[in-house]
């Protein structure tokens, strides 16, 4: 009878140890998935603001950055070139005759101008260049630590790279050409402004010289 009680006692005791056992690994096991889902839950939603920080940032025609984020990206080149006295180009692109092509051809041809310049930019230009849409049909273009030489150089060749996409709309072959003004930072400059007027005032002359051209402040 001792035998046989000592025997209960033990396979309690093992019962017992085994409904432990089971149950610090059922929480182990709830901790893990409870980590996991807290894990990817968190994940989530830096990804989620991510992306809105992204869109938030971006053109939706052409998906280059927009006005604001270009801008910003300016003024923080500008502060770094003041900071370490290196250099910044601003160019200036303008889509030539946009006006009067979206007014013949309709709001979707002007919409194809715009993505095929976007492209243009995206393969004619190296990764230092940092480019956006600045508004309707123009462009903005930033050169940091190059010379106005390598950015002239860099500006002839998304020239030639946006004229090479012939379009044909209504049987016609539509020549998609740009003017573009560069200025350079210069020691005094505070304001993006300041040389964003340059640029402009060099895209001006572009336009009035013919388009289809490069022109740099002087």
């Known amino acids: 009878a001792l035998l046989e009680q000592q025997q209960k006692l033990n396979e309690e005791r093992i019962n017992s140890q085994t409904r432990t056992t089971q149950l610090l690994a059922i929480a182990g096991l709830t901790g893990l998935v409870t980590a996991f889902f807290l894990g990817?839950?968190?994940?989530?939603?830096?990804?989620?603001?991510?992306?809105?920080i992204r869109l938030a940032e971006r053109d939706e025609l052409t998906?280059?950055?927009?006005?604001?984020?270009?801008?910003?990206?300016?003024?923080?080149?500008?502060?770094?070139?003041?900071?370490?006295?290196?250099?910044?180009?601003?160019?200036?692109?303008?889509?030539?005759?946009?006006?009067s092509i979206n007014d013949r051809f309709g709001h979707a041809v002007g919409d194809q101008l715009l993505q095929r310049l976007a492209v243009a930019l995206r393969t004619a230009l190296h990764t230092r260049e940092v480019f956006g849409r600045y508004g309707g049909e123009e462009f903005l273009v930033l050169f940091p630590d190059m010379t106005m030489e390598q950015a002239r150089q860099g500006s002839e060749k998304l020239r030639g790279a946006l004229r090479e996409q012939h379009m044909r709309v209504d049987d016609q072959e539509v020549i998609v050409t740009l003017s573009l003004g560069l200025a350079s930072y210069e020691p005094g400059d505070v304001l993006f402004d300041q040389v964003a007027r340059r640029a402009d005032i060099a895209l001006y002359v572009a336009k009035t010289q013919g388009r289809d051209r490069v022109e740099i402040f002087n």
């Open 40 to 52: 990817y839950s968190l994940l989530s939603h830096r990804r989620h603001r991510a992306e809105l």
């Open 63 to 99: 998906g280059l950055l927009n006005r604001r984020a270009i801008v910003r990206k300016a003024v923080e080149l500008l502060s770094r070139a003041r900071e370490s006295k290196g250099t910044l180009v601003i160019g200036l692109i303008d889509l030539d005759h946009f006006k």
